[in-house]
């Protein structure tokens, strides 16, 4: 089986390898990282209902690989087949995996650099022609995708889990206050959306087709928690207006009143984050909303949130060419002075960061900092077609889950482009969860 679309870029063998080799090496050292960094107790132990124990994880992490590129690739029989059950996702929710007779902290680790070890001698002599699923190192690719995936998870179980600090970074660079333009005009007109070329890119983000986009206006950057807490002091939580039904039933019932971490204490709010307590950095885009709370806000402020469409376009379209480029700053990769991606800092970085990666319209922070909550549901797009699996992307398709986009400060650049989408449940907000907000052109 393969895709004209990715058969065309001629493959430099070497370098593919190369960038395999990389990203793999890269997602395990975080790895490593995040499961090294707190004693076996608390590896094993369930932080939050919604999680699953980081050592299901770990174990997981090595099971894919094993499964894509130790028997789909290279047709090898299963290592260990009595534990694939264990770490099948679709099986167990993460709320049973602590009941599994899961694969203690030392065999887990052993096991995936077991696996590591043999996919590495693999390689070496990878042959990536043949078979979509080899093409281009696409399953080599799209293994360190999910590594750098369960990684974001395991970043959010540590957000989660009570207790003393265990990761330190490095805050980004302070930036003077942002002051320019608050929203950026996207004139209307038709733009490609989604990918064809992008040899990593997942199924859900193929294939790309010209989107028609009436003209609209968008934040410059994110909604900052300064402009959140304004929302909060005028009652925002209490005005029954402002939500959709669903979204006012879900705020009673569970009695939200600020971004998840966040308490008050005095006239100010506090949030913990990663096991210590501060207040809450007025210029920093907001983090740990729900699409409720996101939605609710963009239309206290007389605006609404912008579709997927909107996003993509004001992220990827490039006016003077009518081309949609890879990032907003254009095709290159990611670089550090482009956005806050991998882990680098354990925040968002201020509101008007990161000059050097606004799009062409002069919109920032697109990519990093923090996933951004989109109007749209979680849906093909024409021409959609399976791969490898339906339970990537398929099985997720429907209105109960919107899409997000961006990539947060927890993602890799390897699992982050101009064109990939997240999806979740609009209840959900213990994920690095932002938004910027938009408006109609027509729309004061
Ligand atoms: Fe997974």
Same mark, same amino acid.
């Given at each position: 089986?393969?895709?004209?679309?990715?058969?065309?870029?001629?493959?430099? =063998?070497?370098?593919? +390898?190369? /960038?395999?080799?990389?990203? !793999?090496?890269? $997602?395990?050292?975080?790895? #490593?990282? *995040? &499961?090294?960094?707190?004693?076996?107790?608390?590896?094993?132990?369930?932080?939050?209902?919604?999680?699953?124990?980081?050592?299901?994880?770990?174990?997981?992490?090595?099971?894919?690989?094993?499964?894509?590129?130790?028997?789909?690739?290279?047709?090898?029989?299963?290592?260990?087949?009595?534990?694939?059950?264990?770490?099948?996702?679709?099986?167990?929710?993460?709320?049973?995996?602590?009941?599994?007779?899961?694969?203690?902290?030392?065999?887990?680790?052993?096991? =995936?650099?077991?696996? +590591?070890? /043999?996919?590495?001698?693999? !390689?070496?002599? $990878?042959?990536?022609?043949? #078979?979509? *699923? &080899?093409?281009?190192?696409?399953?080599?690719?799209?293994?360190?995708?999910?590594?750098?995936?369960?990684?974001?998870?395991?970043?959010?179980?540590?957000?989660?889990?009570?207790?003393?600090?265990?990761?330190?970074?490095?805050?980004?660079?302070?930036?003077?206050?942002?002051?320019?333009?608050?929203?950026?005009?996207?004139?209307?007109?038709?733009?490609?959306?989604?990918?064809?070329?992008?040899?990593?890119?997942?199924?859900?983000?193929?294939?790309?087709?010209?989107?028609?986009?009436?003209?609209?206006?968008?934040?410059?950057?994110?909604?900052?928690?300064?402009?959140?807490?304004?929302?909060?002091?005028?009652?925002?939580?209490?005005?029954?207006?402002?939500?959709?039904?669903?979204?006012?039933?879900?705020?009673?019932?569970?009695?939200?009143?600020?971004?998840?971490?966040?308490?008050?204490?005095?006239?100010?709010?506090?949030?913990?984050?990663?096991?210590?307590?501060?207040?809450?950095?007025?210029?920093?885009?907001?983090?740990?909303?729900?699409?409720?709370?996101?939605?609710?806000?963009?239309?206290?402020?007389?605006?609404?949130?912008?579709?997927?469409?909107?996003?993509?376009?004001?992220?990827?379209?490039?006016?003077?060419?009518?081309?949609?480029?890879?990032?907003?700053?254009?095709?290159?990769?990611?670089?550090?002075?482009?956005?806050?991606?991998?882990?680098?800092?354990?925040?968002?970085?201020?509101?008007?960061?990161?000059?050097?990666?606004?799009?062409?319209?002069?919109?920032?922070?697109?990519?990093?900092?923090?996933?951004?909550?989109?109007?749209?549901?979680?849906?093909?797009?024409?021409?959609?077609?399976?791969?490898?699996?339906?339970?990537?992307?398929?099985?997720?398709?429907?209105?109960?889950?919107?899409?997000?986009?961006?990539?947060?400060?927890?993602?890799?650049?390897?699992?982050?482009?101009?064109?990939?989408?997240?999806?979740?449940?609009?209840?959900?907000?213990?994920?690095?969860?932002?938004?910027?907000?938009?408006?109609?052109?027509?729309?004061?």
């Amino acid at each position: 089986m393969t895709d004209p679309a990715i058969d065309a870029p001629p493959i430099d =063998a070497e370098a593919l +390898r190369e /960038r395999a080799l990389t990203t !793999l090496t890269t $997602a395990r050292t975080r790895t #490593t990282l *995040l &499961t090294s960094c707190v004693e076996d107790p608390d590896l094993t132990a369930q932080h939050s209902p919604l999680m699953s124990p980081l050592v299901w994880d770990l174990a997981h992490i090595g099971n894919q690989e094993e499964l894509w590129l130790l028997r789909a690739v290279a047709g090898r029989d299963a290592m260990r087949p009595e534990i694939d059950g264990l770490y099948d996702a679709f099986e167990h929710p993460r709320s049973e995996r602590p009941t599994l007779p899961l694969l203690p902290p030392a065999e887990a680790r052993a096991y =995936a650099a077991e696996v +590591r070890g /043999r996919v590495m001698d693999l !390689l070496e002599s $990878a042959d990536f022609h043949g #078979t979509r *699923l &080899t093409q281009a190192g696409f399953a080599f690719g799209m293994i360190a995708q999910h590594e750098q995936q369960h990684d974001e998870t395991m970043l959010i179980t540590h957000q989660l889990r009570k207790g003393p600090q265990a990761l330190t970074a490095p805050d980004p660079e302070p930036v003077p206050l942002y002051t320019g333009p608050a929203e950026v005009l996207v004139p209307a007109g038709p733009f490609t959306m989604g990918t064809s070329t992008e040899p990593w890119a997942l199924d859900n983000e193929r294939p790309a087709h010209r989107r028609e986009v009436a003209s609209f206006h968008i934040d410059t950057t994110p909604v900052t928690n300064g402009a959140y807490q304004a929302f909060i002091e005028d009652g925002g939580y209490d005005n029954e207006r402002w939500w959709t039904a669903e979204g006012w039933a879900h705020v009673r019932k569970n009695s939200l009143y600020a971004p998840l971490f966040w308490r008050r204490d005095g006239k100010q709010w506090l949030r913990r984050r990663f096991g210590v307590t501060e207040v809450v950095p007025p210029d920093e885009p907001v983090v740990h909303v729900c699409w409720y709370e996101a939605d609710a806000y963009a239309r206290w402020a007389g605006r609404r949130l912008p579709t997927e469409a909107e996003w993509e376009k004001a992220a990827r379209h490039d006016p003077a060419t009518g081309r949609s480029t890879r990032y907003p700053w254009g095709d290159a990769d990611p670089a550090p002075e482009h956005a806050n991606l991998g882990q680098r800092h354990l925040r968002p970085a201020p509101a008007g960061s990161y000059p050097a990666g606004e799009s062409p319209l002069g919109v920032r922070q697109l990519i990093g900092d923090v996933w951004e909550w989109t109007a749209s549901d979680f849906l093909p797009y024409p021409g959609f077609q399976a791969f490898p699996y339906k339970e990537y992307s398929e099985v997720f398709f429907g209105p109960e889950y919107k899409v997000l986009r961006g990539g947060s400060f927890a993602v890799d650049q390897v699992a982050c482009r101009g064109t990939f989408r997240n999806w979740d449940y609009p209840i959900r907000r213990q994920i690095f969860s932002g938004f910027r907000t938009a408006r109609s052109a027509g729309d004061v």
